[in-house]
């Protein structure tokens, strides 16, 4: 079975930064497409973060840009979201997602294009 397993989040002032880290087993981690989304409370899941199964191409919501990083070291199997100048409104649970196919990289940031999830870390930031 395919697992996603996320760590990382926490409690942060705001300005402050967090690094997440997705762990993934039971899939070819290094083809397939992974992101990062985000859920606050009363809100849609949204995209923050997408990498390429290579690493070599990434892709921001704007709501993240400039202040978020994606990557991801394949031969750790490993995800990252190194996330600084954190704001209250970065508030939610975050979650790994892998692309549902093989080699494939369709930005956009639409989840029905991820088959696989974990289970999320919450990020609280505080005013």
């Known amino acids: 079975d395919v697992q996603l397993v996320e760590s990382g989040g926490g409690l942060v002032q705001a300005g402050g930064s967090l690094r ?26 949204e995209g923050a973060a997408y990498i390429s199964w290579s690493g070599g191409e990434t892709d921001y919501s704007d709501s993240v840009k400039g202040r978020f990083t994606i990557s991801r070291d394949n031969a750790k199997r490993t995800l990252y979201l190194q996330m600084n100048s954190l704001q209250p409104e970065d508030t939610a649970m975050y979650y790994c997602a892998a692309q549902s196919r093989r080699k494939l990289y369709v930005t956009g940031f639409n989840p029905s294009q991820f088959a696989y999830w974990g289970q999320g870390t919450q990020v609280t930031v505080s005013s």
Not at 20 to 35: E, K, N, P, W
């Open 20 to 45: 997440l880290s997705c762990t993934a087993s039971g899939l070819t981690f290094d083809d397939y497409s992974m992101g990062w989304f985000r859920q606050a409370p009363g809100k849609e899941r």
